[in-house]
């Protein structure tokens, strides 16, 4: 029970049909959760920011801080890494013997960052899909399946793609657009004060709405906003190999900046990197 699939229809769909598109339920991070639970033996922290790792020469084993609970240290055989690459080279430069893996991937990998911003709404937003690829011409994400408007709708409007939150089962019923920016776009404005990117994206949600209804209405009465600004939403140049893993330091480190930059990748990733560990042990 922790997928289900998400809307009615893709503006995406014109070029390939229908297809399916999966979301965890009641929120994304539940399929994790689910998988980890199925194993009684299995402890899930949840929330727990880990602030440094250490590996102990004498006895091999890994210790790690968490930041809440700085006096204590956790120790374990096997650390895998399935986080944001900002996140793992900041674990990574906490210890001296792992300076090699960092600069490796320093180096060699770029992501560039996206703005998201959820508008919620009083009323039913009247468009005839629950999302759509906006502006994907720039994008590596979704570029084969095509988008909405093509070349005109990119050049005009900052989104890659747009998503009616609600429709998405386990959700709130409030209606909720959620608007992620192109990468472009939010490169250029990666600075910008989140109220400024929240009237930058209504104002272009609101010109988007108008034109696909012929400018006979309006948006209706926002209730609510907020912003944020994933400095790590896009791989650019993704690895080859699907995962790292080191056998002799029991360090591996998956995502989708070494399986593809999408959550397809990022799940073969780590499903890999899992069969990787479990031949080793």
């Known amino acids: 029970g922790q997928l289900g699939i998400f809307g009615r229809t893709l503006s995406v769909n014109r070029l390939h049909g229908h297809v399916d598109r999966y979301v965890g339920v009641p929120e994304m991070y539940s399929l ?11 402890e899930v922290r949840c929330a727990s920011r880990v602030s440094f790792l250490r ?10 801080s968490l930041a809440a609970s700085a006096s204590s240290v956790e120790k374990a055989d096997i650390v895998l890494l399935a986080t944001s690459p900002q996140d793992v080279l900041g674990l990574l430069s906490t210890d001296p013997s792992l300076e090699h893996l960092h600069t490796l991937l320093k180096d060699s990998i770029q992501c560039l960052p996206t703005w998201s911003v959820a ?8 468009l005839p899909f629950d999302g759509a690829f906006i502006n994907v011409q720039h994008e590596s994400e979704e570029s084969e399946h095509g988008s909405l408007g093509g070349k005109a709708l990119t050049e005009r409007f900052p989104f890659s793609w ?8 386990g959700r709130a019923d409030a209606e909720c657009w959620v608007l992620h920016g ?38 209706p009465t926002l209730l609510g906003s907020k912003a944020d600004c994933w400095s790590d939403a896009i791989p650019v140049n993704p690895r080859s190999e699907t995962h790292l893993y080191d056998p002799a330091l029991c360090l591996g480190i998956c995502g989708d900046y070494w399986g593809g930059p999408r959550v397809e990748g990022a799940y073969l990733s780590g499903k890999a990197l899992g069969d990787m560990v479990a031949r080793s042990i």
């Open 32 to 42: 994790c959760e689910g998988i980890c639970v199925q194993n009684a033996h299995t």
């Open 55 to 64: 590996r102990d020469a004498h006895t091999e084993q890994w210790l790690i």
């Open 119 to 126: 508008l919620t709404f009083e009323e039913s937003v009247a």
């Open 162 to 169: 747009i998503a009616r939150k609600n429709v998405k089962p």
């Open 182 to 219: 192109s990468s472009q776009w939010s490169k250029l404005h990666q600075c910008m004060d989140k109220e400024e990117v929240i009237a930058s994206f209504t104002d272009a949600f609101r010109s988007l709405y108008g034109e696909l209804n012929d400018k006979l209405c309006d948006l």
